[in-house]
């Protein structure tokens, strides 16, 4: 989960050793301000299903270029 923001935010994501995902957090509904608080409430922005009942491994890491990673909640 993590809110959205109306400038160029991403965060990158690897499951289970797997390639990195790039997950846009750009809140499109709103002119792009260059920087400031967030500007869409927290939801779920990336998710994975069908996956084996077993223990897994979530990497989240800042994406080539940015200078941040951002995530609210793990559910």
């Given at each position: 989960m993590?809110?959205?923001w109306p400038?160029?935010?991403?965060?990158?994501?690897?499951?289970?050793?797997g390639p990195a995902i790039?997950?846009?957090l750009v809140?499109?509904?709103r002119p792009?301000?260059?920087?400031?608080?967030?500007t869409a409430n927290s939801s779920i922005v990336w998710s994975a299903v069908g996956l084996e009942?077993?223990?897994?491994?979530?990497?989240?890491?800042v994406?080539?270029?940015?200078?941040y990673a951002i995530v609210d909640a793990f559910l």
């Amino acid at each position: 989960m993590s809110p959205m923001w109306p400038y160029r935010v991403t965060t990158a994501v690897s499951l289970d050793g797997g390639p990195a995902i790039v997950v846009n957090l750009v809140d499109s509904t709103r002119p792009d301000v260059g920087t400031g608080p967030e500007t869409a409430n927290s939801s779920i922005v990336w998710s994975a299903v069908g996956l084996e009942n077993r223990e897994h491994t979530l990497v989240v890491s800042v994406p080539v270029g940015d200078p941040y990673a951002i995530v609210d909640a793990f559910l």
